[in-house]
């Protein structure tokens, strides 16, 4: 039997020995569980956050996150506009694979009431941690459909996509939402109305008058019916600003409709009271929660607190604002006990918009050195986003990561550290990122955590970038890029976002390069002349598209072309009776039932 006093040394030994192998297991992943919070800003640029080197926007939360965990400097969305890289962070795949991408402008989904959006056979990291026990819950933006068939049967639903709860807005903030801004739809849409009101119109009239004059042998009813048409039209385009509201900006839980349309001086309030309530309710873990910021995307709806706090507009209130929210959920985070119990990630579904701007006003966010914005597939400012991640006494605190990285790589991270597994029966373009994380890559043999990356705009391939690990390079090669106007100017100017394709779009033959690691600006196009192994890189990176390529299934069903693109009246969610698509508000949010 061991003596008292040898025992009494012994103890604190153990305990160290006991904690040491504690938080290795912690550390390898697997062996405990974390509680998963994703908070995703909208539109945000890297250049609007404190930590990624803005001196004059407030963003303490956010750069606290910086401080207390894991800083990515060169993190990257698999496309440069919601829809398509809201679909890739969700899977861990680009978004060509899953038929969330456009090859006619569109873009993005354009309505709630299409029939397109995220296929059900399409695995989301939250399926998977559902299925492994994680209690999972989206609050926010959705915009990655809703209906396929009927107004109610939410194919695309987050509830069917592996989240328990959801509430928030299935479409996304737009202009139209408060009449702030038109947006390139209205103003399409309006056109196209007043043409077609000014046909009838011209239509009914000359009927009248053949009929009055007897010229024409004509009765009244073809007459009445083109008027009452022509009367319709006119109304729908007279009322087009408060259709559009009611039809896309409102609320939902779950599966009901809680407010349409939005009162949007209460908005921000119920969103946080909902994550709050999340997390109370699931402190007993484990639980994904994924925080889908409206902020900052235009309208920019701001509370009054905020309205003129600081030094760069509207846009910049909007900024602070949101890192309130931050701060507001992280705070809710500790005073549950949580903190240590849960990995944070914030990022931003792709760069600022450099178009948005109302007058001169500038109201979308900025890239910093980066060139380009929202929009653009290849430039690095439409792509590089913050990244950070935090999980007190796992992750190092202060640690920067300049390898480069995706938001596709959060779906095996997540899945990887809830104990599930990665699909095996599709192509996972995702790298687990934890063993960059904790810093414990071996680099020797290794290859890069991601040698390739691909740069789609729309369903083209605008770009690709080669992390070349034995020189310590990242180059990148463009193939297309879009023509800025007015010539030089960084943007497109005068259009929502710049083009894919078209004869604004020049194609590079032979590409164009970058070395990021010299000129991360994207300022001085390599040459043979200039860099001895232009031809050598080009060609190697040709090769890995050659195969990307070779991988991609043919037959995915487009989920963004003009079928299922186009609003269909009978899929319009409406919590009256259509048209007339109004409901009161709840006042106070009623506690899920689940
Ligand atoms: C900080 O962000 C604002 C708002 O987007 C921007 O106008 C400003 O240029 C940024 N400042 C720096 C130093 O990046
Ligand atoms: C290309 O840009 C020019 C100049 O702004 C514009 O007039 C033209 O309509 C654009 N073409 C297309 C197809 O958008």
């Not at 042998?217 to 009367?231: D, E, K, Q």
């Not at 994550?275 to 994904?288: T, V």
């Not at 006990?337 to 600022?352: A, C, I, P, Q």
């Amino acid at each position: 039997m061991p003596r008292p006093d040898r025992f009494g040394r012994c103890l604190p030994a153990v305990l160290t020995l006991f904690l040491a192998v504690k938080v290795s297991t912690c550390g390898e992943g697997p062996g405990s569980r974390p509680n998963i919070l994703l908070l995703m800003a909208d539109d945000l640029g890297l250049g609007d956050v404190g930590c990624y080197g803005n001196t004059s926007i407030r963003t303490p939360n956010i750069d606290q996150l910086a401080a207390d965990g894991v800083k990515l400097t060169h993190h990257i969305a698999a496309a440069s506009v919601c829809t398509p890289s809201r679909a890739a962070f969700l899977t861990g795949r680009y978004p060509i694979r899953s038929g969330m991408i456009s090859y006619n402008g569109y873009r993005v989904l354009q309505w709630t009431g299409v029939a397109g959006g995220l296929p059900p056979s399409e695995i989301t990291f939250a399926k998977i941690l559902k299925e492994k026990g994680y209690t999972t819950g989206l609050i926010g933006k959705w915009h990655l459909g809703l209906n396929c068939k009927s107004p109610s049967d939410h194919c695309h639903h987050p509830l069917n996509h592996g989240f328990d709860h959801f509430y928030g807005m299935p479409f996304t903030m737009m202009g139209d939402c408060t009449g702030w801004e038109l947006s390139e739809r209205r103003v399409g849409l309006q056109r196209r109305l007043d043409f077609y009101f000014q046909v009838l119109a011209f239509a009914a009239l000359t009927l009248a008058a053949g009929k009055l004059s007897h010229l024409l042998p004509v009765s009244w009813v073809p007459t009445l019916s083109i008027t009452v048409l022509a009367a319709t039209v006119f109304t729908t385009s007279y009322f087009l600003g408060d259709l559009l509201v009611h039809a896309d900006c409102f609320l939902m839980r779950n599966h009901v409709i809680t407010e349409q349309p939005m009162r949007f001086e209460k908005t921000t309030s119920l969103l946080l009271k909902e994550a709050e309530s999340f997390l109370k309710r699931n402190k007993q873990g484990p639980f994904l929660l994924f925080v889908s910021f409206l902020h900052v995307h235009a309208p920019l709806i701001t509370g009054k607190e905020f309205l003129g706090q600081s030094r760069h507009g509207l846009y910049g209130d909007n900024v602070e604002e949101m890192d309130w929210m931050v701060g507001r959920i992280l705070g809710c985070l500790e005073e549950e006990g949580l903190s240590d119990s849960t990995l944070v990630y914030f990022t931003s579904d792709h760069g600022g918009s450099l178009e948005s701007q109302l007058g001169s006003h500038q109201y979308g966010g900025w890239n910093g050195i980066y060139k380009g914005g929202k929009g653009m597939g290849g430039w690095e400012g439409g792509i590089r986003v913050p990244g950070l991640f935090r999980w007190p006494g796992v992750l190092p605190a202060g640690r920067v990561i300049r390898e480069p990285t995706s938001l596709m790589d959060i779906f095996p991270t997540v899945v990887e550290l809830a104990g599930g597994q990665v699909p095996r029966d599709r192509a996972i373009d995702g790298q687990d990122l934890w063993p960059l994380l904790l810093g414990s890559t071996p680099h020797k043999h290794l290859l890069p955590h991601h040698e390739v990356l691909f740069h789609y705009c729309e369903h083209l391939l605008h770009a690709a970038r080669w992390h070349q690990r034995d020189r310590g390079r990242v180059w990148k090669v463009h193939y297309m890029t879009p023509i800025f106007q007015p010539e030089g100017a960084g943007a497109c100017y005068g259009r929502q976002v710049c083009p894919c394709s078209g004869e604004n779009v020049t194609t590079h033959d032979p590409p164009l390069l970058f070395d990021l690691t010299r000129d991360p600006g994207e300022r001085q196009a390599l040459t043979p002349d200039t860099e001895p192994e232009f031809h050598a890189v080009v060609s190697r990176v040709q090769r890995e598209v050659d195969r990307h390529r070779q991988g991609l299934l043919r037959s995915v069903f487009q989920q963004l072309g003009t079928y299922l693109n186009t609003w269909r009246p009978w899929l319009q969610p409406c919590c009256g009776t259509f048209p007339l698509c109004w409901c009161c508000p709840e006042d106070e949010p009623r506690e899920d039932p689940q």
